[in-house]
């Protein structure tokens, strides 16, 4: 059942003026080959407003083109870290959709909504998406990143079931300490039902401990959970659990059952090679130690199959990395990313290669009747513990090329610094904001520090803290609508404040006065006048 190496090849791709929105967390999702890039590093900017990237590799290049939405889109913000699945209509339909659920919006908060995104239309040269928010009911998911999501499918119903991830401490539970430190979430199984928009949560005795960046497979009704990592114990479960769902016309019924043979992995990849075949690669199986070996995933009607494969010809700079991320492109290839050398003119830019784990032959189209979802981890540094933030995504997409316009090409050169504009920046010399150790100082923060715009030089933001605005100052600078200026700016304000504008009274024009007209006498009148006058 194993496949050769031969039929496991390795290329290089360069990105082409966008390597830094390419970082650990992002996502991969195909709409009838279109190929999209969702998850980028920081908010979207005007070149490219939704986020959301055509890719597009040809002669070993890769690409980006920005996606079009329709008008009735709702606003997907760039989610590191999500849960993600292919939704595939029925048989009279060959539509596709993919849920997106949590994940980590750049400013570091944890989302909790639910997002189903399908393609509207497509012609040769453009493809139209939507994007609809999903309100639900019930027993709904806590935010968090680093989970999973599967639809299953019993007695021609149909449903979406969520499992573990990470979420940020309670606020009750808070110190100042570890303020924006993480746990594991419950593990409880959660039940979400589309057409009636309703969740359900489920305990299950087999379920002990939480877990996150693992991988899971589904099947019909069935589904397959497979390592992971538990931040209580520090542990990568050597567990393979498995999950039934039955869908009767009442109560769900769900059970779980623990089978041998599971690998102790966390953060690895899987790639859908063929009906009921998988290949599980990369991931970490300790903290210091990547996980180079790959292995053949079988599922059977009511069993599963794991077996080790012959791996490719790793490169000398992916064995000597210290981490390692990526995704599933679908149709049994795979796109990974090693950090790029210290000495590369870009700090923050990376390598990337694609792993092709079946051979070009095989590559037709086929209509998959299994399901994957997987969380690869490298998150950014004191994010969590060592490896544990990258995750991979269950993506049926299609590593074949499509056209797009170079004119259309995103062109990264034309924005400015995401990390100019973060929260967490250094705004001033005596500024001591630091993301680990930072609480809440004004009562409208929650998770982030208030900032304010200084209308010095060329314009930049600071906090509010270290420049000692008190909460009173803060909310009137934030409602009134006038200039501010920082400690060091602080001197320009007489000079560069907007006066006020006056209204101008327009005067009156003066009449001139008028003369009366000198009165005339007649001759008889002038007579009795002057008579009176020397008499």
Not at 39 to 56: A, E, H, I
Not at 91 to 106: F, L, N, R, V, W
Not at 262 to 272: D, F, H, K, M, Y
């Amino acid at each position: 059942m194993a496949q050769s190496a031969a039929e496991m090849s390795l290329q290089a791709v360069s990105a082409v003026s966008n390597s830094s929105l390419l970082q650990p967390g992002f996502s991969l999702l195909n709409f009838d080959g279109h190929v999209l890039f969702f998850g980028q590093k920081g908010w979207p900017k005007r070149s490219c407003p939704t986020g959301v990237f055509l890719l597009d590799i040809k002669q070993n290049e890769l690409k980006m083109k920005p996606a079009a939405f329709s008008k009735d889109s709702c606003y997907l913000p760039p989610l590191r870290y999500p849960a993600l699945c292919s939704l595939r209509g029925n048989a009279e339909s060959d539509g596709c959709q993919y849920i997106i659920h949590g994940g980590k919006t750049p400013n570091n908060d944890l989302s909790d909504k639910i997002y189903v995104m399908s393609l509207l239309s497509k012609t040769s040269k453009k493809a139209t998406f939507q994007c609809v928010e999903k309100d639900l009911g019930g027993d709904v998911p806590e935010a968090r990143y680093g989970h999973t999501i599967n639809v299953v499918r019993s007695r021609g119903r149909s449903v979406s079931v969520i499992f573990g991830g990470r979420a940020y401490t309670p606020l009750a539970q808070r110190t100042t300490d570890k303020w924006n430190s993480v746990v594991d979430c419950l593990p409880s199984v959660f039940l979400v039902d589309f057409e009636f928009g309703y969740c359900t949560s489920y305990v299950l005795p087999e379920l002990q401990d939480g877990l996150a960046f693992h991988v899971s497979v589904a099947r019909n009704d069935t589904i397959y959970i497979l390592g992971g990592h538990s931040l209580q114990n520090n542990t990568r479960s050597p567990s393979l659990y498995k999950l039934k769902i039955d869908l009767p016309l009442g109560s769900p019924l769900v059970t779980c059952t623990v089978l041998p043979g599971g690998i102790s992995v966390s953060s690895a990849i899987v790639t859908q090679t063929g009906d009921t075949e998988f290949v599980l690669v990369g991931g970490y199986q300790s903290d210091s130690q990547k996980r180079l070996v790959c292995n053949t995933i079988v599922l059977e009607d009511s069993k599963i199959e794991i077996m080790e494969r012959a791996s490719p010809e790793w490169t000398a700079d992916i064995k000597h990395c210290r981490i390692w991320f990526g995704c599933d492109m679908g149709k049994g290839s795979v796109l990974l990313g090693i950090p790029g050398a210290n000495k590369q003119l870009v700090s923050d830019a990376n390598y990337f290669y694609i792993l092709r784990c079946k051979g070009a032959e095989e590559d037709k189209e086929e209509e998959p009747s299994a399901q994957v979802c997987s969380q690869t981890s490298t998150e950014d540094p004191g994010d969590s513990t060592p490896f544990e933030d990258s995750e991979e995504f269950c993506f049926s997409a299609e590593a074949s090329s499509f056209d797009v316009d170079d004119s259309d090409v995103y062109n990264e050169d034309d924005e400015e610094d995401e990390s100019e504009t973060g929260y967490w920046i250094t705004c001033c010399a005596s500024c001591s904001m630091d993301i680990n150790t930072w609480v809440p100082f004004y009562s409208t923060e929650l998770n982030k520090p208030a900032m304010i715009l200084c209308s010095g030089g060329s314009g930049h933001r600071v906090h509010a803290q270290c420049m000692d605005l008190s909460e009173t100052m803060l909310l009137r600078l934030s409602e009134a609508n006038i200039k501010y200026f920082c400690n060091q700016h602080v001197d320009l304000n007489k000079g560069l404040q907007t006066p006020k504008k006056v209204m101008c009274l327009k005067k009156q024009p003066m009449k001139p006065l008028r003369k009366k007209p000198a009165m005339k006498l007649t001759t008889p009148a002038k007579k009795s006048f002057l008579r009176r006058l020397f008499d």
